[in-house]
């Protein structure tokens, strides 16, 4: 069945470094994928989005990486800061619909 | 300016009493869904309008039923709350399906006593 994992852990990193987030998925084969930003207790946020034939995207701090080869997508937040913690969701497209993943809680700490 | 609004934000609701959910957006999209989402866990897609046009998620239990009288508004009714149906539920929009954007409400947090 298809599935989409990421770390469920918590992922706490220090102020003005890089958080680097993982999302890996099976038995899909998405056209394309999303990475979200959803704060407790809110709606989920669009960040980005990146194509099955782009390997990278970025937006502004934001960077995200899509290996269709290794199944994975890598979302990087460089230069982080304590109004980035917040949960971050990816979103696969597949099976005629937008499947979301269980999302990483990312705390920066000052 | 608020572009996909939820209300109520909190509902609480007693255990078999039918309770609607509503959304409305400004943003005169096509396509409305509404996912559920409990603690911890992935929004799970529950159904989708695409302007008149409604797809129902092969395991969204029939307890949920859904309307969307114009563009702008859709309801979320559940007919019989269970304890289980305990959860944020969140209405999102977007243009089309397929690349575009989905722009998500705050949400309404139920809660079945």
């Known amino acids: 069945s298809q599935k989409i994992e990421q770390n469920s852990e918590a992922l706490n990193i220090q102020e003005g470094k890089t958080a680097t987030l993982t999302c890996n998925y099976t038995?899909?084969?998405?056209?394309?994928l999303q990475w979200y930003r959803q704060d407790p207790g809110r709606g989920p946020v669009f960040l980005l989005l990146?194509?099955?034939?782009?390997k990278e995207k970025r937006k502004e701090r934001l960077k995200v990486t899509f290996d269709t080869t290794l199944k994975q997508s890598l979302f990087h937040i460089t230069a982080s800061q304590p109004a980035d913690s917040a949960t971050y969701l990816c979103?696969?497209?597949?099976?005629?619909?937008?499947?979301f993943g269980i999302g990483t809680k990312l705390q920066v700490i000052p | 300016d608020a572009m996909v609004i939820q209300n109520p934000r909190y509902q609480v609701t007693q255990f078999g009493k039918p309770v609607t959910l509503s959304c409305s957006q400004t943003?005169?999209?096509?396509?409305m869904y509404w996912y559920q989402q409990k603690s911890s866990q992935a929004p799970k897609l529950l159904f989708h309008?695409?302007?008149?046009?409604?797809?129902n998620e092969a395991d969204t239990p029939d307890n949920f039923q859904s309307r969307r009288p114009n563009t702008s508004f859709c309801f979320l009714d559940i007919r019989s709350p269970g304890l289980g149906d305990a959860a944020m539920y969140l209405c999102?929009?977007?243009?089309?399906?397929?690349?575009?954007?989905?722009?998500f409400g705050p949400g309404t947090r139920l809660t079945v006593l």
């Open positions: 979103a696969l497209w597949g099976y005629q619909k937008v499947t």
């Open positions: 999102a929009t977007s243009r089309g399906t397929g690349t575009d954007t989905q722009y």
């Open positions: 309008y695409y302007d008149k046009d409604f797809n």
């Open positions: 038995n899909y084969s998405p056209a394309y």
């Open positions: 943003l005169n999209h096509n396509v």
């Open positions: 990146i194509r099955e034939n782009e």
